[in-house]
């Protein structure tokens, strides 16, 4: 279960703060992944790093932006959020090659006042 | 992009049943379709997946069947425990062994009534 690591476990913020969600592995995988979980949707897709190079922006707004500083670390910086933005926001990661297998974090509950 | 489809949104079976979860997809070229189990407050974890060169897997009481004709794959659970109540999710995607995100269903609560 300490695969894949995400910090914090909760974050309150106002609609005016930055703040950046941290996710890291500890698996040696080369592809990192972001997804949003709502209640009541199915979990979504924002973004996906292949060995530090985003590959895919699930047409996500601005306000949330992805850093990938090597493969083992990813980043969601988030600024002038909304109230709709609370959810839970998943970190995965896969080895990629053979291996699609995708291993998730424990998440981070966001909450947008 | 693709869409998947999972029915249904709730299942309640009694114990020792058997539990079936269907899903649909609709790009063709997805080939790789994993399921994940998501207890109350914990992340989710792979089950069981397929690749679309297989047409049946089975681990134990998990099994997962594929018809690409019909762009469905289907989870079957045989002899329910208490511990298999969670809600679960099936996903498709278009593995090449690159990194491709995965599109999700919306999720099945799963009840085993004791």
């Known amino acids: 279960e300490t695969g894949v690591t995400q910090t914090p476990r909760h974050l309150v913020m106002g609609m005016t703060n930055k703040k950046s969600l941290k996710c890291e592995q500890h698996?040696?995988?080369?592809?990192m992944y972001w997804y949003k979980q709502s209640a009541k949707k199915p979990l979504e897709l924002m973004f996906v790093?292949?060995?530090?190079?985003?590959?895919e922006n699930n047409s996500v707004p601005s306000r949330f932006s992805p850093e990938c500083p090597n493969s083992s670390h990813l980043f969601l910086h988030l600024h002038t959020l909304q109230p709709e933005d609370s959810a839970l926001y998943l970190c995965?990661?896969?080895?990629?090659?053979?291996?699609?297998?995708?291993?998730f974090g424990p998440g981070t509950r966001l909450t947008v006042l | 992009g693709e869409n998947v489809e999972q029915h249904p949104s709730t299942l309640s079976v009694q114990e020792g049943d058997s539990a079936v979860i269907k899903c649909t997809y609709s790009?063709?070229?997805?080939?790789?379709f994993p399921w994940y189990k998501q207890e109350l407050g914990k992340r989710p974890q792979l089950i069981i997946d397929?690749?679309?060169?297989?047409g049946e897997k089975k681990d134990q009481r998990i099994a997962v069947t594929l018809n690409k004709t019909a762009k469905h794959f289907s989870l079957h659970i045989t002899e329910t425990q208490p511990e298999d109540s969670a809600v679960y999710f099936c996903?498709?995607?278009?593995?090449?062994?690159?990194?491709?995100?995965?599109?999700f269903g919306k999720g099945t609560h799963l009840i085993i009534q004791p």
């Open positions: 995965a990661s896969s080895p990629q090659g053979t291996d699609d297998t995708q291993y």
């Open positions: 698996l040696g995988h080369n592809a």
């Open positions: 790093y292949n060995f530090k190079e985003q590959t």
């Open positions: 790009d063709s070229a997805s080939n790789y």
């Open positions: 397929i690749r679309s060169n297989v």
């Open positions: 996903a498709a995607s278009k593995s090449g062994g690159g990194a491709d995100g995965l599109t």
